[in-house]
């Protein structure tokens, strides 16, 4: 029953985010628009911003639906755009808002997450140091974020597909070189490194 008051919440303030701005929304305003009480609202959140928050970690894990490995990636971050584009009004006006670390930090985490997965994936059977693989993860996570933080402040004009594409051509084989390259054997062999 927790999960679909959440769920309720996250709509009235959806639907509340098509009609005024997030800082003109109040905590009144989603508990009427959603038919609870204000301790209801209280009860799952401490404020609208926790509400902000735990939609964006929702909306991710729901995005991503299991696409965190090599060969699913570009499908992953694909749903991604997906999850973001239709979900615009309520991105645009956070990321417009006080608020719109919230969405940055929304992107960092979900795309770390899809990004260590792949890491670790294209890592076995390399001794590769745990530090080597997170600093790779998190190079390309700064990168794609960096990509789709400028698509949304164009306003979301270009084709997600088309980004995929391009940075799958950018991104085709590097992570393995990268992870061949920072390898704990090569380090230790290799004075010139």
């Known amino acids: 029953m927790s999960e679909i008051t959440k769920h309720a919440l996250e709509a009235s303030l ?16 989603i508990t009427e628009d959603c038919g609870v009480n204000r301790m209801t609202f209280y009860y799952h959140f401490k404020d609208i ?3 902000v928050e735990w939609s964006c970690v929702e909306d991710a894990r729901q995005a991503l639906g299991g696409k965190k490995t090599y060969d699913t990636w570009q499908e992953g971050f694909l749903q ?9 009004p309520f991105i645009m006006n956070v ?26 994936e294209k890592a076995a059977g390399l001794s590769v140091s745990q530090e080597d693989k997170e600093f790779i993860a998190h190079l390309y996570k700064y990168a794609f974020v960096g990509v789709m933080l400028d698509w949304i402040r164009a306003d979301m004009k270009t084709d997600p597909q088309a980004i995929i ?6 991104l085709h084989g590097n992570i393995t070189a990268a992870l061949e390259r920072l390898r704990s054997d090569a380090l230790l062999s290799d004075p010139a490194i």
């Open 95 to 120: 990321y417009h808002s006080v608020s719109r670390e919230q969405v940055e930090t929304y992107l960092y985490d979900v795309t770390y997450h899809l990004l260590i997965n792949v890491v670790e």
């Open 14 to 29: 959806k639907h509340l985010l098509l009609q005024k701005p997030l800082n003109k929304i109040t905590i009144s305003d």
């Open 49 to 51: 911003y926790d509400l």
């Open 80 to 88: 991604i755009f997906q999850a973001v584009q239709s979900n615009r």
């Open 165 to 170: 594409a391009r940075l799958s051509l950018v």
